[in-house]
C-alpha cells in the first residue's frame, strides 16, 4: 500500500511540474492558478455541448410540425460538413503528409458522406409532403443552395476547372484561376430563372456574401487541393489500390449517392404528373441535381473515359425506377 501511495505521490509531483513549466511561462503564477481551479465548476455534459442553446436553434416560420424537422436536418447536415471541411484542411495544408495518415482521412472523410447519403430519407420519408408545401413558402428565396460548406467541400477537393460547367469547360484554356472562370462554375449555372436566365435573387444573395471569400480559397487551394495530392500520392503510393478505392468511393459518394439522394427528395414533394414545383431558390433542379447532366468529377484521372461518359447514369435510372 506505502509503495502505491509514493508511487502516485511522484506521478502528482512530476504532472505539478509540467504544470508549473507551462502556466508559469506564460507568467502567471501556478499557486494562483490551482487555487483558481478550487472556484472553477466541474464540466458537465450539457455545458460542454452548449446543449440548451444548440436546442433553442430550431425556430420555425409556420405551425406546420414538420418544418422542425427539416431545420433539425439542415443544420445536421452543416454539422457534417464542418467535420469534412476539418479533415480536408488538414489534408490539405499538411507539411508532411504520410500515406497512412491520408488513407485514415479518407476512411473518415467515407464515413460522413454515407452517413449523409443514407440520412436523407429523413427528408424524403419523415417529412409530409402537405406540410412541406406549405412551409417551403415562407422561406423564400432561401434555398440550401446556399451551402457554403458545400461549396467549400467542393473547392478543397478539386481544380476549379472541375466545377466549371460542364458546356463551358472546353473553351477553357489553362488552369489558372481567375474571376472570369469562377464565373462559369456549374451551380451559377443552376441557380438561374427559368423563365429569364438571369441570376435569381437566391444567387445573388449567396454571392454577395461569399463570393469574395469562396475565390480567395480557390487561389489558396489551386495547387494543394485533394485531387492534386491525389494526383501525386497515387503514383507513390505503397497501397495504391486501397489509395484508389477510397478516393473513387469518395467521389461517387458525394458527387453521386448524395446528389441522387437529394434528387430522390426532391422528386417525391415537387415533382407532379406532368410538372415539376421550382425550388425555393429558383433554381432548375431537374437540371441541376442529376449528376449525369452535371458531369461533376473530383478525381478524373482516377476514372475511365467509359466511366466519366456514363457518369451517374446508372443511379438516375435506377432511382426513377424506384419512385
Known sequence: MG?????????????????REKVGAGGTDIASYLEGLNY?????YWDYIHLETLLTLQTPKTDQPDEVVFIAYHQITELYFKL????????CHATDLQENILISKLERLNNYVEQLVSSFDIMAKGIEREQFLKFRLSILPASGFQSV?????????????????????????????????????????GATSIVS??????????????????????????????????????????KKEELTELLRTFDSNLNVNWAMAHYKSAVKHLQRKNNAI??????????????????KVFF????SEEELEEWGKSWVEKTLANI
Not at 509503495?3 to 504544470?19: G, T, V
Not at 469534412?84 to 489534408?91: S, V
Request: contains cysteine; charged residues 30%; glycine residues 2%.
Open 40 to 44: 472553477s465548476k466541474l464540466t458537465t
Open 84 to 91: 469534412i471541411i476539418w479533415e480536408l484542411d488538414q489534408i
Open 149 to 189: 460548406q458545400f461549396r467549400m467541400i467542393e473547392i478543397y477537393c478539386t481544380d476549379l476547372y472541375n466545377l466549371v460547367d460542364k458546356n463551358m469547360r472546353e473553351s477553357i484554356e489553362g488552369d489558372h484561376i481567375t474571376e472570369e472562370l469562377f464565373e462559369q462554375l456549374y451551380w451559377k449555372k
Open 278 to 295: 421550382a425550388s425555393t431558390g429558383g433554381t432548375n433542379w431537374h437540371q441541376y441535381l442529376p449528376p449525369r447532366f452535371q458531369k
Open 3 to 19: 509503495n502505491s501511495e509514493e508511487s502516485n505521490d511522484e506521478k502528482i509531483l512530476a504532472q505539478l511540474q509540467n504544470l
Open 300 to 303: 478524373p484521372s482516377l476514372w
Open 197 to 238: 436566365g438571369e441570376k435569381t435573387t437566391t444567387l445573388q444573395h449567396f454571392e454577395e456574401k461569399y463570393s469574395r471569400e469562396l475565390l480567395e480559397l480557390s487561389i489558396d487551394l489551386q495547387n494543394k487541393n485533394l485531387n492534386r495530392i491525389a494526383e501525386e500520392y497515387v503514383q507513390k503510393a505503397h
